[in-house]
């Protein structure tokens, strides 16, 4: 599962907005937008959500669980090599 605040972090270490989030993972804007305003972890139909977290994949972003190894603890995000290079809008 991811949090609302994850999502809102990924998009941020890319620096992309909301709609550019929405169409790298071929979901509506709308979807992004309660994601992302969701209490804790995020609601929405699983497909959805897992066309978001793929796209992050993709893009190069790893999401942290709660008990992931590493020298800190709780959730967050971090940057790994991307599959394929991230397409920018200027």
Avoid: C, W
Wanted: hydrophobic share 40%; net charge positive; no cysteine.
């Amino acid at each position: 599962m991811i949090a609302a605040y994850q999502l809102r972090a990924a998009r941020a270490l890319l620096e992309i907005d909301q709609k550019t989030m929405a169409e790298m993972a071929g979901v509506s804007l709308p979807t992004i937008q309660r994601m992302e305003a969701s209490q804790g972890n995020v609601r929405g139909i699983v497909d959805s959500l897992t066309k978001v977290i793929d796209a992050l994949n993709r893009a190069g972003i790893e999401l942290l669980s709660e008990h992931a190894p590493g020298s800190g603890s709780g959730r967050g995000v971090r940057f790994r090599h991307p599959d394929t290079p991230l397409e920018r809008q200027k």
